[in-house]
Antibody, heavy 119, light 111 residues
């Protein structure tokens, strides 16, 4: 059974940094395409970042240059390093496994971790 | 504003049929990228309802169906049940943005 468990969320001041983790079981992170998706309060789902199994990374324009997606093979864990945080980054952050299809979709999701950016 | 446009809300009585539209453009749905649909209940992880325009994962009732035509797609739900009350999102890929995109979401209310 695939399980994705996010952690690392919390309250952080604007301009601060936070690293989210997504511990995986039932799948190997570095053999799969993985992604981060967020949902701001009262808003819809927003794709944030994507890492292909081969290592290529992609970011939404709203976070490019501030967020970095990475993975640790030994810990089978996906990360999202978030720097220069802004109030508009406040959201529940989900990690998800992306399928290896022409148009990737997200078939396994974690329960999410809440990030609140506020002074 | 989302790249994929969905109605903010739809409603229907139990047993009825509802459809949720997802309007895209020539840089996403219209250029051949597939459309996928998710059901999202507050406080839970989103769940794939339809993948590849019209395919249901195992365990999803055949009351749910998807279609795609031109630059848009639709999700149809027949035989509405109270448990269908949730938020629904379409998702695809956009070549102009070089990224994955979601619709703004549609809240389904079962009357």
């Amino acid at each position: 059974e695939v399980q994705l468990v996010e952690s690392g969320g919390g309250l952080i001041q604007p301009g601060g940094s936070l690293r989210l983790s997504c511990a995986a079981s039932g799948l190997t992170v570095n053999s799969n395409h993985m992604s981060w998706v967020r949902q701001a309060p009262g808003k819809g789902l927003e794709w944030v970042s994507f890492i292909y199994s081969g290592g290529s990374t992609y970011y939404a324009g709203s976070v490019k240059g501030r967020f970095t997606i990475s993975r640790d093979t030994s810990k089978n864990t996906l990360y999202l390093q978030m720097n220069s945080l802004r109030a508009e980054d406040t959201a529940v952050y989900y990690c998800a496994r992306a399928t290896q299809t022409f148009t990737n979709y997200f078939d396994y999701w974690g329960q999410g971790t809440l990030v609140t950016v506020s002074s | 504003q989302s790249v994929l446009t969905q109605p903010p809300s739809v409603s229907g009585a139990p047993g009825q049929r509802v459809t949720i539209s997802c309007a895209g453009s020539s840089s996403n749905i219209g250029t051949g990228y597939d459309v996928h649909w998710y059901q999202h209940l507050p406080g839970t992880a989103p769940k794939v309802l339809i993948y590849g325009n019209n395919n249901r994962p195992s365990g999803v009732p055949d009351r749910f169906s998807g279609s795609k035509s031109g630059t848009s797609a639709s999700l149809a739900i027949t035989g509405l049940q109270a448990e269908d009350e949730a938020d629904y999102y379409c998702q695809s890929y956009d070549s102009s943005l070089s990224g994955w995109v979601f619709g703004g979401g549609t809240k389904l209310t079962v009357l």
